[in-house]
């Protein structure tokens, strides 16, 4: 959050319009408290300016930067935070970047999806409109894709060739999606989520009538 700047004209209103010329903002980004009233003298003698504070509102981006960096700091790691915000998805990319990525990513990507989810949180507190966030580091995200995509095939492979159903991991429901997204064009293998959260995961067995289109993911 940015420090209070004072400010003080002859009345409150040209103390602000001073402040808001001199910030190069609106009046819509910031936040004012007036400390003292102007005091009109006697004839003009022994008049006071009014005083206001001013600083400028935090916004989106600037509360998710805040927040990863108190939170690297509390973990005693030293991450670069790069942000983008795409206005037109609304949705704020993040990318970190340091020497202990591994500790961030954590088995399967938890820990990543963990801090994704916390930051989400903190980005939506008390607003109208929703902020996707995605962070990645290292590439993860995409790699990781890749990894369920190879992994779909070559269980769906065993499927079909055994008949035997069989029960991949416990996954998100991203990485179910790409599990589905893989298989939906394999008419010979079905695919559906079974379980509960966090241990839902996604089912794959032999098709029952070989034309029929995988159906629409339980996700």
Do not use: C
Not at 104 to 131: C, M
Request: aromatic share 6%; hydrophobic share 35%; no cysteine.
């Amino acid at each position: 959050m940015e420090e209070w700047k004072e400010f003080s004209a002859k009345t409150a209103d040209e103390a602000l319009t001073n402040a808001l010329i001199q910030m190069e903002t609106t009046s819509d980004q910031i936040e004012y408290e007036v400390v003292e009233e102007e005091k009109s003298g006697i004839l003009g003698l022994f008049s006071k300016p009014a005083v206001i504070r001013v600083r400028k509102k935090e916004n989106v981006v600037d509360t998710v930067k805040n927040f990863l960096a108190k939170t690297f700091q509390a973990m005693k790691l030293d991450v670069e935070i790069e942000t983008e915000f795409d206005e037109v998805e609304n949705e704020i990319r993040i990318e970190l970047k340091g020497t202990e990525m591994g500790m961030l990513i954590g088995k399967r990507g938890q820990t990543l999806d963990s801090l994704q989810y916390l930051t989400s949180l903190v980005a939506n507190k008390n607003k109208d409109t929703y902020t996707k966030i995605k962070i990645d580091t290292e590439n993860y995200r995409q790699r990781r894709k890749e990894t369920i995509e190879n992994l779909a095939r070559n269980v769906a492979s065993k499927v079909k060739k055994t008949g035997r159903p069989a029960f991949l991991e416990p996954m998100n429901p991203y990485e179910r999606r790409i599990i589905h997204a893989e298989l939906q064009a394999d008419k010979y293998v079905d695919t559906h989520s079974e379980g509960e959260e966090p241990h839902r995961g996604r089912l794959l067995q032999r098709a029952r009538h070989a034309q029929r289109a995988a159906p629409h993911p339980g996700v």
